[in-house]
């Protein structure tokens, strides 16, 4: 369970340039929930990753993942718990060292590495049975350079990683917005697939109301450092992207409005 | 299926024929580099030096190319880790003893170079500067205060063995062989101590850390999101590569019979040919081989500035403009040529 409680983050305060990323976010995700979150650019969608994350770290408030407080920890420490999935294909893996390389490396995930033998001949199954799962063909390609694959390859390894030893929780950034059509439908596919067979909390940014609508139990719209509204329950089930955009874009007018009349 | 069965073969048919055109890629580069040195009349004195200067090549390919890391401390670490086996030498300690301390001297320096860049952000290239420019103190103080210590009468690796060692070559291959004995003696000797540092290295690098290692230069932010500690990596890499340029210095302090507290100067630069040289020559692919290929290169480096020293019959004193010469040969020759190929084509198209 993930809870964020009362969290702000502002970059460069007290200057001009002073952006108030989240203001006072609170947000709870119980274990195995799926919810999405939309919202325009700069809405802080990517910040709330981040400070969940470990990357930046928050001004006030708290961050629990399964009751325990991991605010101040460092962002190598909290992905023992965090599996993470990045839009950009090429920061999930890591190119120049092989598929089985780069499975090995996430295997270790969780404790602390040592001088054990990078490749170790037990995992080779669990590697491919991991990877067969996928019908992509990339079991029988595990020493192949990870450089030498698509993106949508890459991505649907990443995914792997990022669940191979069953982290907590799976933030997802927008990770089928660089995909081709099909290649983002095939790693939604695996994403829900890996999600339900693990029992996963999962936060996945996006910016198709497709998806926001066919995936997860809950819709967040942030807007402004603001978590705007939620859809849960019988509400959500019934939404439509059609309903989605309109809320959307009331709330856009709305914001362009008010930067016309500072502006004026 | 016979699709599948032959896709799960091509990598590893393709990883064999990849190992099989290395070798036989260095194969042919030492018949090249034989013929050239007896037709040049270059002493193979150059392979020794090569070979004592070849882990320096080691640690510039460690921070360069596996940590992704612009560390130029190796030209502080050589002398601080030679300075440290001298000294505990002329103290009377064993040779093996003092070259472990001069690896510790080594890693320390570069340990203090990744702290720097960790602690107060500052990058690898300045923090390492700053670094050699303490350094330089330290290898004073190492050294008692002296600029040079010599090793003369001391036992070291190679006088311990040389009396012996050129009885036995004078009794198997008779007396002509008497002035190349101590040179003979030092490839050996060299030769072997490389070896066994490389595998020991190749070893460490497929580990679990070493994998971490790799993975720090390429995608530091992923080695984060796994749960691993990318500073801490990039601690025990610099530490591990200029512990091995302290084992070099060690080893040179030893070849030379002295220490001196310039002994670093422009190492980098040469470190770099060598990195670069094997990779030009020998394409490495494996970690396996990107080793050798870097400790190639620093042989290759050698006798070529030998030959240019005996063909043009220079002084020693011009040594460090012919190391600038064979190093932009090194850095230029495969950018002319790429730039004189895309001309040809334009012309050709």
């Known amino acids: 369970m993930l809870s964020l409680d009362q969290v702000s983050v502002t970059f460069n305060a007290g200057t001009v340039n002073e952006v108030r990323a989240l203001r006072d976010i609170s947000l709870l995700v119980e274990q195995g929930e799926f919810v999405t979150v939309i919202g325009s650019n700069g809405a802080g969608k990517s910040t709330l990753f981040n400070v969940i994350s470990g990357a930046v770290q928050p001004d006030s408030g708290h961050i629990n993942l399964d009751g325990e407080d991991m605010t101040y920890w460092p962002e190598y420490r909290r992905s023992h718990d965090i599996g993470r999935v990045f839009q950009d294909p090429r920061l999930g893996t890591c190119p120049g060292l092989t598929i089985r390389e780069n499975l090995s490396l996430a295997a270790i995930h969780g404790r602390s590495a040592g001088l054990r033998r990078d490749v170790k001949k037990g995992e080779e199954a669990w590697f491919f049975e991991q990877l067969e799962r996928q019908h992509l063909g990339l079991e029988h390609r595990l020493d192949a350079d990870v450089a030498l694959l698509s993106g949508g390859q890459r991505q649907a390894i990443t995914l792997v990683m990022a669940t191979l030893t069953k982290p907590k929780l799976l933030l997802l950034d927008e990770h089928t917005a660089a995909l081709d059509p099909n290649a983002a439908e095939q790693v939604i596919l695996l994403t829900q697939q890996l999600a339900e067979a693990n029992d996963l909390c999962v936060v996945m940014i996006t910016h198709s109301m497709q998806q926001a609508c066919d995936l997860g139990d809950r819709v967040i719209m942030m807007n402004r450092g603001r978590i705007e509204f939620e859809i849960a329950g019988e509400e959500r089930r019934n939404l439509k992207p059609a309903d989605l955009i309109d809320r959307f874009h009331s709330l856009q007018d709305g914001t362009e409005l008010s930067d016309a009349q500072l502006l004026s | ?349």
């Open chain 2, 1 to 349: 299926m016979t699709a599948t069965a032959s896709a799960a073969n091509q990598p590893q048919a393709s990883a064999l024929s990849a190992n099989r055109s290395f070798i036989l890629r260095g194969i042919m580069l030492a018949v090249i580099v034989g013929a050239f040195m007896s037709l040049g009349n270059v002493n193979i004195g150059a392979i020794g030096q090569g070979l004592g200067y070849a882990l320096a090549g080691v640690t510039v390919f460690m921070t360069f190319r596996v940590l992704g890391f612009v560390d130029l401390t190796v030209d502080g670490a050589f002398p601080i880790g030679g300075a440290a086996c001298a000294i505990l030498i002329v103290n009377g300690h064993s040779p093996e003893y003092a070259m472990l301390m001069g690896f510790v001297a080594g890693a320390l320096t570069g340990m203090a170079t990744a702290l720097i860049d960790i602690i107060f952000k500052i990058e690898g290239l300045l923090a390492s500067i700053i670094v050699i420019t303490a350094a330089y103190t330290v290898t004073l103080h190492v050294m008692e205060g002296k600029s040079n210590i010599p090793l003369l009468g001391q036992e070291t690796l190679i006088s311990r063995h040389s009396k012996a060692f050129r009885t036995w070559l004078v009794e198997q291959f008779g007396d002509q062989m008497r002035r190349q004995s101590t040179n003979l003696l030092e490839i050996i000797l060299f030769g072997f101590i490389v070896f066994i540092v490389l595998g020991i290295l190749y070893w460490f690098l497929r580990s679990e850390i070493g994998l971490a290692i790799r993975a720090t230069g390429k995608n530091p932010q992923m080695v984060r999101a796994t749960g691993l500690n990318h500073n801490l990596m990039i601690i025990i890499g610099l530490m591990t590569a200029n512990g091995l340029a302290g084992v070099a210095g060690s080893l040179v302090v030893q070849q030379f019979g002295f220490a001196d507290v310039s002994l670093g100067f422009g190492l980098i630069v040469r470190g770099l040919a060598a990195v670069i040289i094997g990779e030009v020559l020998l394409r490495p692919r494996s970690v396996g081989q990107l080793l050798i290929a870097a400790v190639t290169g620093m042989l290759v480096f050698d006798i070529s500035r030998a030959w240019i020293f005996s063909a043009l019959d220079l002084p020693t004193t011009d040594i460090q403009f012919v190391s600038a010469l064979v190093v932009l040969a090194a850095l230029g020759a495969p950018r002319l040529y790429d730039r004189w190929k895309t001309y040809q084509q334009r012309l050709g198209g």
